[in-house]
């Protein structure tokens, strides 16, 4: 990734790295799982149809970027649903989050598949005037 | 990676020194001097954290295929002591719990299909689900899955899926023991019910392919192999199953590691006493993924003989062997001369039983257990044979795969999905897929020459080469 986008990707040799910035730690979550549902389906090809919600308790800020996107991987799964855009609160060590998309459908143009969020080269640090997460996702 | 680190023990093995007052067990490192300098040093660095584990027995070593992966390695193996503190890794095992491979022989040669293929493969296409969202024509209730994951294998065939002479060629005759459907999360069930006997995406696959070229004549007679010959090799694991137990005891064991008294060199290793509740908990969790993904290759290989009966009436295909390379199993081994009980954690490389292992089918007893190299969509694959010497070498292990020689966002910049899916075709080789950028991260340029990789393999003593396979289908997520 270069530049300041808000939402992109570092190489790992088997998978992706994701990373998410934003001006708080929850904006950068949140870019961070743009990224990551970026690479099973085009974001604008998505319909906002369906709204799920998810709730975690994490008070170690790193660990809690794998625990948001691997409940978002998790249900999208569970539920077969197509997910494109995404919302994060935190009060203390709880957190928040709410993600629109669609049931998956056969003419929905997908790419590959991400099974899960990893510890590895996992970081969530101040960058600028914002922050910046990033994990790698298992694909 | 960095040469000028390692020490060369010989032409094939290479160690990497300790400095200092460093406190590790010996690393060793298997694979040309072409292979590791491919390498990323990042490998060096994940195998080092490796040998600092607890309980470790002999070395931390990598496969001559190893890259950059997960706290483990990707063609990492160590083997623990439960009764030294030795500790079981979910990091170790990987997330896609016993990822592997089925391969079944047929009764058919190339020159037998060949004017059949375009309509095979799309019969494949269409018969075997694979892809983003992708679902099954199986839906399970969760009663139902837990069947699953006690049984294996066993289950699909009770079920209707294959033949009971498929699990003499499993490992663990398709069901792996101590397996609790319990410790596996409700979510990590609702993720799978739907998914029985689908594909996936990224590098799993579906590829027709024939034998090119045999190189060592008593073992392919053992295993049913002959120049010529049509195979069937099915490259996929436990699904969404497997990677909700492993993200859920990934994060878990690595928040509850200063607890239980372990220091991790990297917060990916995480990982808990063999003989802990926390360490036993995983290992059942981990159990009954290893039986999902038995049942999720026996359930395939039962829907490509279908298809082949469509299209090729009369064939048979019989199950060579179904190998793991993602997995923990407990299993005797001699150390310094004295069978012991030990964990072994393969991730990404493959079990590699030598001649006369007692779990071997009769009749590959005498050559050693059929060994699988899945190369890329338009180079080739091995089939190897376990070896006597890989047991002390690597507690029977080989390696798994060609092995990327590039991360997925650079053949993406380097290849086009169609333009690649078309090239192919002008060699023979017919791609099914529905994502056409998951074709380009698959590129074969992507990985590296799966040929000096068997080579590695052999020269180093963990597995001998068999026969070459060429592909002529692959079906893609």
Redesign the interface.
């Known amino acids: 990734m270069t530049g300041d986008e808000a939402s992109g990707y570092f190489d790992h040799d088997a998978d992706f790295g994701v990373i998410g910035r934003g001006a708080t730690v929850e904006a950068a979550f949140v870019n961070a799982a743009r990224a990551t549902f970026a690479l099973m389906w085009e974001p604008e090809t998505v319909a906002r149809k369906e709204a799920i919600d998810v709730e975690f308790e994490e008070a170690d800020v790193e660990l809690a970027l794998p625990t948001w996107l691997n409940a978002l991987l998790g249900e999208s799964a569970a539920r077969h649903l197509a997910l494109a855009d995404f919302a994060l609160e935190r009060e203390g060590s709880r957190w928040r989050g709410r993600a629109f998309g669609e049931p998956w459908r056969d003419d929905l143009p997908s790419s590959t598949g991400v099974k899960g969020a990893t510890l590895t080269a996992l970081a969530v640090r101040p960058v600028g005037d914002g922050f910046e997460a990033r994990c790698v996702v298992d694909v | 990676m960095d040469l000028a680190r390692l020490r060369s023990l010989d032409e094939w093995t290479w160690a990497l020194p300790r400095h200092g007052g460093e406190e590790r067990n010996d690393v060793v490192l298997y694979g040309s001097r072409e292979l590791l300098a491919s390498m990323?040093d990042?490998v060096l660095e994940q195998i080092g954290n490796v040998a600092r584990l607890p309980g470790l027995v002999g070395a931390a070593m990598t496969m001559p295929d190893a890259?950059?992966?997960?706290?483990f390695p990707?063609g990492g193996v160590a083997a623990f002591d439960p009764d030294a503190g030795g500790i079981v890794s979910a990091?170790g095992v990987g997330?896609?719990i016993s990822c592997g491979i089925r391969c079944l022989r047929t009764d058919r040669t190339l020159d037998d299909i060949a004017a059949r293929l375009p309509k095979l493969a799309d019969g494949l296409y269409r018969d075997i689900p694979a892809?983003?969202?992708e679902?099954g024509s199986l839906r399970l209730t969760v009663p139902e899955l837990d069947d699953v994951l006690a049984g294996g294998a066993q289950w699909a065939v009770a079920s209707g899926y294959g033949d009971a002479s498929d699990l003499e060629y499993v490992e663990e005759l398709g069901r792996a023991e101590n397996a609790v459907p319990a410790n596996v999360s409700p979510?990590?069930k609702?993720?799978q019910l739907?998914e029985m006997g689908t594909l996936?995406?990224?590098?799993h696959y579906l590829e027709v392919q024939w034998v090119e070229r045999i190189d060592d004549a008593e073992a392919a007679r053992a295993f049913g192999l002959f120049e010529g010959q049509i195979l069937v090799s099915i490259h996929c694991g436990s699904r969404?199953l497997g990677?909700?137990i492993?993200?859920?005891f990934?994060?878990s064991l690595?928040?509850g590691a200063s607890r239980l008294g372990i220091d991790l060199p990297?917060?990916?290793l995480?990982c808990a006493p063999i003989r802990s509740p926390e360490g036993e908990q995983y290992l059942g969790a981990m159990n009954a993924g290893i039986n999902c993904a038995l049942a999720n290759r026996q359930i395939l290989a039962h829907l490509t003989r279908s298809t082949f009966a469509h299209h090729l009436p009369g064939s048979r295909l019989e199950t060579l062997f179904d190998v793991s390379h993602n997995t923990c199993k407990a299993e005797r081994h001699l150390v310094g001369g004295k069978p012991r009980l030990l964990y072994v954690h393969r991730k990404g490389a493959t079990r590699a039983f030598g001649p006369g292992h007692p779990a071997l089918p009769e009749r590959y007893r005498e050559v050693g257990q059929p060994v699988i190299i899945g190369g890329s969509m338009g180079t080739g694959s091995w089939i190897l044979a376990g070896t006597p010497e890989s047991e002390a070498r690597a507690w029977s292990s080989a390696s798994h795969g060609a092995g990327?020689a590039?991360?997925?966002?650079?053949a993406l910049k380097r290849w086009q999905g169609k333009e690649l899916v078309r090239e192919l075709a002008g060699d023979g080789i017919l791609i099914r897929t529905?994502?056409m950028?998951?074709a380009a991260?698959e590129a074969p340029g992507a990985y590296k020459d799966v040929d000096r990789v068997a080579e590695a393999t052999e020269r180093a003593g963990l597995a001998r080469r068999v026969a070459r396979l060429r592909p002529k289908i692959c079906i893609k997520?």
């Open positions: 990323d990042k890259h950059w992966g997960y706290g990707i990091g997330f896609d892809g983003v969202g679902g979510l990590a609702k993720r739907g996936g995406s990224g590098n969404g990677h909700q492993g993200t859920e990934l994060l690595a928040k990297d917060r990916e995480a990327r590039m991360s997925r966002a650079q529905r994502s950028r998951g991260e997520g």
